[in-house]
């Protein structure tokens, strides 16, 4: 009796255990469906054009599936009508340029493959007791052949239509043997496809048309913008002496991370297959709206998006710098603090002028638009010229500093002098007088607020981190020295990095007046003082 009551207790409690258990599993479910849900919605509202791509999909689909229910002219047009289904379906593409490659090759294998076929068909029947013998091989030659071909470099962007030819041919070899009728399925197959192939590009031009070659102008315009807005941001960052609390490891490995400095040059530095992709379906697309050029130089913003994605490098370098454990001291930072915020601003404004005119697709006015930057980096060279003792430790500088032998015994020192042509000299007035004492470490006022979050920087601290102690717990001066030198020359090379950008302006601003002229930019109208209209009196 006991026996069966704890054995029905367990069962109720297993059956209790096993409830909960689906009850949280669908709790679960619903919550994972509730977050894609969203998730979905949240793509719909940032970019409405892929919820009119997927009307436009449906659309399409729904045209072509009426041939379904067409038996009028002929019988069994209904039973080959999956063809045109699947041209749509394989064919469509969210842009115009992308849907002409598709159809192009499409249509190409598709038209090679049934004359092939036609070919081998009206051979096999030839053959009589061989017939088989005839497909199989065939098969296997255009299988061959088209499999190696479409590994060759240049042929990649056909790849699809390979892949058409080689199902289509077989198909057809293999419908055509089952039915007797080569010609037939041949011909049935060929004109659906093309059915299929002109409703894909009606509804896909006439109804809220999606443009390539669009985005890729867009993309162009936001990579500029992006760098701008990284570069001001991490020279304002550099000024104010800040550094990560934490450095984030997707920012070490090279991942997406929140960061605005991180995100802003990292778009530009990835966005290569992006826009190699847009190029390619861009250069099949007719001309339309701004772009009425034939042929119309979509290379040139590839090429021109390449030039600042050389200038993105030394924005990736300056960036590094804020991440670096070698830190420059802030009164050092101070001393050039406003020449590289200068040079900095004056960067980004270039870069933000560049990308309104690519934008609004106008040529450059005929001022010189790098003079201000040119002139803001010789002026932080000249101040790295006059300054250079604080880059580097001049109290080890052979031509500062005697060996302590040679000054305890003069003869040697003149000695010395006359055999090895030894060049030997004091300290200049200019060091001996300054005041190198520590002055205030907040450098703020030179450089404004960032954009940056609020709780993801601290204060910085120089290096040296850990010192190295002598045998009595006493700081090694030579180590100390070291690592003063390398702390001090983390701010020249921030400073070398950041003319090194400003000599790669020149290029983009190159690259750009290339595309103005092949793309026949429009020219800049220029604001006329207003002229004052002459009155005519009556008498």
Request: hydrophobic letters at 45%; aromatic letters at 12%; proline letters at 4%.
């Amino acid at each position: 009796m006991e026996n069966s009551l704890l054995g029905s207790f367990k069962a109720d409690e297993y059956e209790k255990a096993e409830s909960r258990c689906t009850f949280f599993n669908l709790m679960k479910y619903w919550k994972d469906s509730l977050d894609f849900a969203s998730k979905a919605w949240e793509m719909g509202r940032s970019d409405p054009r892929k919820v009119i791509f997927a009307i436009k999909m449906g659309l399409a689909l729904s045209i072509v599936s009426l041939l379904i229910f067409w038996k009028k002219s002929y019988h069994d047009i209904g039973q080959y009508s999956i063809w045109a289904i699947l041209t749509v379906i394989v064919m469509f593409e969210f842009s115009i340029g992308g849907t002409f490659i598709k159809g192009f090759n499409r249509g190409l294998g598709t038209l090679f493959a049934g004359i092939l076929a036609f070919c081998f068909a009206e051979l096999s029947l030839l053959a009589a007791n061989l017939e088989e013998v005839v497909i199989v091989m065939s098969i296997f030659i255009v299988g061959f052949f088209a499999s190696y071909l479409k590994l060759y470099p240049t042929m990649k962007p056909y790849e699809y239509g390979f892949r058409v030819f080689v199902l289509t041919y077989c198909i057809l070899m293999v419908a055509g043997n089952r039915t007797r009728e080569y010609n037939e399925a041949v011909a049935t197959r060929l004109v659906l496809i093309a059915v299929g192939a002109a409703v894909c590009l009606v509804v896909n031009i006439c109804i809220y048309p999606i443009w390539s070659g669009e985005d890729l102008h867009n993309l162009v315009v936001k990579n500029f913008k992006g760098v701008a807005a990284s570069l001001e941001g991490c020279v304002n960052g550099y000024l104010k002496c800040t550094e990560y609390e934490r450095i984030p490891s997707k920012i070490l490995t090279y991942q997406a991370a929140d960061d605005p400095l991180y995100k802003g040059y990292r778009s530009v530095v990835e966005s290569t297959s992006q826009e190699e992709t847009l190029l390619g379906f861009a250069i099949w697309e007719p001309p339309h709206g701004r772009y009425r050029m034939l042929k119309y130089p979509w290379i040139n913003f590839v090429k021109l998006s390449g030039a600042l994605r050389h200038c993105a490098f030394m924005v990736m370098a300056l960036h590094g710098c804020i991440l670096s454990e070698i830190q420059a001291p802030a009164e050092k930072r101070q001393v050039f603090c406003s020449e590289l915020q200068r040079v900095g601003a004056e960067g980004a404004k270039v870069l933000r002028e560049l990308g309104k005119k690519v934008e609004k697709m106008e040529k450059l006015g005929p001022g010189d638009i790098l003079k201000d930057v040119h002139e803001a980096a010789e002026h932080l060279q000249k101040k790295i010229d006059q300054k250079s003792y604080l880059l580097v430790n001049s109290e080890r500088w052979e031509i500062g500093r005697r060996p302590k032998e040679l000054e305890d015994d003069p003869q040697r020192l003149l000695d010395a002098k006359e055999h090895d042509n030894m060049q030997l000299g004091f300290k200049s007035l200019s060091e001996t007088v300054l005041d190198l004492r520590p002055v205030t470490k907040a450098c703020t006022p030179c450089a404004p607020q960032s954009a940056s979050s609020d709780n993801m920087f601290r204060d910085q601290a120089s290096w040296p981190l850990p010192l190295s102690f002598g045998g009595h717990g006493v700081i090694n001066e030579d180590d100390c020295r070291t690592y003063e030198s390398a702390s001090a020359l983390s701010l020249a090379t921030f400073a070398s990095l950041l003319i090194e950008l400003v000599a790669r302006l020149q290029n983009v601003v190159d690259t750009f007046q290339e595309l103005g002229e092949k793309a026949d930019f429009k020219v800049p109208v220029l604001n006329a003082p207003p002229t004052k209209k002459s009155v005519i009196w009556p008498w």
